[in-house]
């Protein structure tokens, strides 16, 4: 069994892989035997984080790629492909969430660069990578979601929104991309210990508002995240798709 979560022949790319969430998976993915390509917005950060893979034994190389831009993306895979042959796995991870308040008050601006980056750059990604996928007969594509996306987060109301999307848009591409033997999944993870939700974790009475419900008593952190994207990454979830899987301590379990 062991076998089924080997990843050696594999190329992945992970985008917001410098530090958090992203960065957990890419080096799990790496330990496991694959190639990586780790993204996000920032050259430098990411060549430390390909670095300290690399340290471990594994493979990785940084390729700097903002999450809202088609150009980048679509330069992404190209880069993947010119520098490892070949891509078979690919982690949305990215995100951004500028607005903390009401949906009604939200200025425009925020609601378009929540849309580009969680959405759309997803979506721009995803086009690039399935074009190659097929050409190798199959691959693997995880979505990070929220379980905002499930019951939407107090005062995350954009960021719920699209991340609402991104479980929608991972079951509608794994319904169409099912005969193409490309498998398409989604992580919903609750509050994790990142710098990207320290705005959550890093207010006591938010902290202490969540830790009151969830069952786990504790808040996630980086590398609990990194035993399910390996699974959803390998032959071991060959017949799963269009999956979402929660990770959350229990949270979204609790009655109201």
Known sequence: MADSFDLSGKVAIVTGASRGIGKSIAAEFARAGAKVALASRKQDALDEAAKEIRRHGGEAIGIAAHGGDKVALNALVDKTVSQYGRLDILVNNAATNPHFGTVLEAADSYWQKTIEVNLMGNVWLTQAAVTVMRGNGGGKIINVA????????????????????????????????????????????????????????????????????TPAGRIGQPDDMTGIALFLASPASDFMTGA???????????SI
Do not use: C
């Open 146 to 213: 929220s379980i905002v996306g499930l019951r939407p987060g107090r005062y995350q109301g954009i960021y719920s929104v699209t991340k609402a999307a991104i479980i929608s848009l991972t079951k509608t591409l794994a319904a169409e991309l099912g005969g193409d033997n490309i498998q398409v999944n989604a992580i919903a993870p609750g509050l994790v210990q990142t710098k990207f939700a320290q705005a959550l974790w890093g207010n006591p009475d938010l902290l202490d508002h969540v830790l009151a419900r």
């Open 244 to 254: 979402v899987v929660t990770l959350d301590g229990g949270i979204t379990a609790q």
